[in-house]
């Protein structure tokens, strides 16, 4: 099955600065990359995905890069504020009948530094 | 408001104690799904479901069972709960099956003493 990779598993960065996490994802039939926001005790919110037709997707602060020949992808977050503070989750997804899960990575705890 | 939602959102309970964490969705969404999440371990998937009377086996399914008989509802259950089985619990719904963003409930943290 799937298998996803996210680093680094804690992250902090000043205020105003960019922020990168990466993943990796090991099934080259995947074509769906979704990445989610969990802040502190609520449920997590996607915030931007992409599809495997698609190189690189932005909004506003956000951007998702892919690669597919090396099988990752990133969130880049640019200018960074305190309420970005928060658990990244990237995830990865074939769709295609009988494979119809999305394996999700272990998290990035971004902390935002005032 | 279109919504996921769980109940209860704390659970405490004993050994092999039947329980139910009941899930529901006002979307009408094909695609329901539960994972675990665990710390340094992310969300795991549990059970999903591709449509009423569809039920298929996630990546940690042992323990729990799960029930499809109409399409807002999909509920979780643990027949024999036991202390491993801590942990918080979400249940997430989407458009169809996937490449779609999902809709996360607001989560059940278990406690299995």
């Known amino acids: 099955g799937e298998n996803v990779e996210q680093h680094p598993s804690t992250l902090s960065v000043q205020e105003g600065d960019s922020a990168v996490i990466k993943c990796t994802y090991s099934?080259?039939?995947?074509?769906?990359f979704p990445w989610y926001k969990q802040e502190l005790g609520k449920r997590p919110q996607l915030i931007i995905d992409?599809?495997?037709?698609?190189g690189e997707k932005k909004d506003q602060r956000i951007a998702v890069t892919l690669n597919k020949t090396a099988k990752h992808f990133s969130l880049h977050i640019t200018e960074t504020q305190p309420e970005d503070s928060a658990v990244y989750f990237c995830?990865?997804?074939?769709?295609?009948?009988?494979?119809?899960?999305?394996?999700f990575g272990t998290g990035t705890r971004l902390t935002i530094i005032p | 408001e279109a919504q996921v939602t769980q109940n209860p959102r704390y659970l405490i309970t004993v050994t092999g104690k039947k329980l139910t964490v009941t899930c529901s969705q006002n979307?009408?969404?094909?695609?329901m799904s539960w994972y675990r999440q665990d710390p340094g371990l992310g969300l795991r998937q549990i059970y999903y479901?591709?449509?009423?009377?569809?039920?298929d086996k996630g990546d940690v399914p042992e323990g729990y069972k799960v029930s499809r008989k109409e399409k807002r509802n999909f509920p979780l259950i643990l027949e024999s709960p036991s202390p491993n089985q801590t942990s918080l619990y979400f249940c997430?719904?989407?458009?169809?099956?996937?490449?779609?963003?999902?809709?996360f409930g607001s989560g059940t943290r278990l406690t299995v003493v």
């Open positions: 979307m009408n969404h094909e695609y």
């Open positions: 992409i599809r495997s037709n698609v």
């Open positions: 099934d080259s039939a995947s074509n769906y």
């Open positions: 479901s591709m449509n009423v009377e569809v039920t």
């Open positions: 995830a990865a997804s074939i769709d295609s009948f009988g494979n119809e899960k999305l394996t």
């Open positions: 997430a719904s989407s458009l169809r099956a996937l490449n779609y963003g999902y809709t």
